[in-house]
Nanobody
Framework: QVQLVESGGGLVQAGGSLRLSCAAS????????MGWFCQAPGKEHEFVAT????????YYGDSVKGRFTISRDKVKNTVYLQMNSLKPEDTAVYYC????????????????????WGQGTQVTVSS
């Protein structure tokens, strides 16, 4: 079992930046990918970004391409999400997620492919 703890959310004005962190503990040797999803009020979860451990390939959701950057620190078992040029529509709870074993890039965009989740961190972007 892998446990995830997120941090770094908060309130920021439009155009500003935030960096989220997600620290993994437990059976981290089994991690195949770690990523981020978000859920805005009244909406379904949306894929944000993910890193596949085996080849370090990175994938982004269309709405965040060019603005958000996902990265990882192998030693600290931590994944980061650098969020730049934030927009009010980025307001959501952001969840870190991980899965054991690798899979396709398409599958990694689905929350059903992840088996451990963090508690979520609120990001609010004011206009």
């Amino acid at each position: 079992q892998v446990q995830l703890v997120e941090s770094g959310g908060g309130l920021v004005q439009a155009g500003g930046s935030l960096r989220l962190s997600c620290a993994a503990s437990g059976r981290t040797f089994s991690v195949g990918a770690m990523g981020w999803f978000c859920q805005a009020p009244g909406k379904e979860h949306e894929f944000v970004a993910t890193i596949r451990w085996a080849d370090n390939n990175i994938y982004y959701g269309d709405s965040v391409k060019g603005r958000f950057t996902i990265s990882r620190d192998k030693v600290k078992n931590t994944v980061y999400l650098q969020m730049n040029s934030l927009k009010p529509e980025d307001t959501a709870v952001y969840y870190c997620a991980t899965r054991g074993g690798t899979t396709t890039s398409q599958a990694l965009r689905s929350m059903n492919q992840y088996d451990a989740w963090g508690q979520g961190t609120q990001v609010t972007v004011s206009s």
